[in-house]
């Protein structure tokens, strides 16, 4: 069993951190401690059984790994096609067959599920035609049962808003859109290499209305290289005069993947974007939005994007196509491999294209559920927690809560409260050892690589 003493094991989780772009590094299992699953198929359909056994309830994630172009903030995998000519439609025509492959394959396990959420992300969603997005509609219900109530995500660049997308979208069941605005600033976007349309944003979001989309989220970043305090909240300011139903403030991460960082860009300093972030939240909360979680606030509690709400409960995601990544609640979590011409080869070879996974149980749902609570809201309902979970948080985590006790935490109105963001104790605490265990051994092959 590794002892990492306080300072290693900060410096563990930095490094971890590092070797992370799905937002894993900081949820459970940590990404970095995931396992090499090329080619275990038949484990990934088995722990799906089991989980859909025990869950009965499933979301779809179907991740589109096409851009126009590349922005210098953004730390995806995303492939540059250009917004229209015959490399943009080979790579949807491409696409559209090696996604239907793929969904092919997880089919007869999910046969008796209903999808509660579809959640169509990227990339760049929106650049399909109105004739490949009806045809990738067709596709997923061709595979899957999609019932009437299921909730329809789709992610929308703003300078893609056409009547003819919009009457597509409807057609095809979507019935909440996300802007990607990311900033209004011209400065900004133009030194972060993002072609977006001024004013589009106001635009998309008035037409989505009218076409009866009224569930519209709109993503901001705040900390953008060349994003001073006064852009972020001029932008901000801009997009709560719309009135959107839920707005998402997220942060820019420098990952070693961003065009920015490639080129020797840092990112600013955390704690000053951090304390902007938490003005912007000042100022929605002001406005009249609730807190939907760590990272958005809505109209009403109900305004969101029901697949990335509340990640602490009974939920299960299969996500489809390059690097979607899959939640099989107590059971399992699989990336796919995420590059295009990657997973077109994986895919292409009738095999699911998943590189990275790991087995989980239901103690590690538990310790997903406490670590998400504790950072999210700095505390854990207990009769929530013994819904979801079947189980008493006193009795699983006595000896962890103990050592939150010392530093400070107590039990209080049905729940456990933190003093204060114990980000790095609540990690040291609730890591088992075999995590730790296999994410020093991925540090380790990921310096020698
Ligand atoms: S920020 Fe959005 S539009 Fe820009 S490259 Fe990333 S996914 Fe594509």
Redesign the pocket.
Known sequence: MPELNEAAFDAFLAALRRLDYTGYAEQYPPFGSWEDFTGRQADILAAWRKSLARVREAGLFVNIPF?RS??RF?F?P?TPIGSSGPKRERSFAQYLEALDGEAAVFSPVFKKIGMSTLYIG???PSLMTPAETEKFFALLRGRFNIPPGCQVVLEL?PDDVTEEKLSAYRACGVNRVCI?A?SLDEGVLTKNA?RQGLGRVAAAHAALKAHGISGVNIDLICGLPGQGKASFLKDLRAVMELRPDQVHLNTFINTPYTLHALTGGRAGDERAVEALRSEGFRLLAKAGYHKIDSDSMGLTTGSCNRQTADLSGRRSVLGLGPGAVSRAFGAARCLNRTDWEGYRELAAKGGLPVVKGVLCGPRDEMIYSAITRLTDDLSVNLAEFRRTHGRSFREVFAAEAAALGRAGARFSEGGLKLPRNLWGLVRRVFYRPEVIARGLANLRSARKG
């Open positions: 851009c590349r922005c953004c995806l995303v990227g990339g760049t660049h990607g990311q993002r």
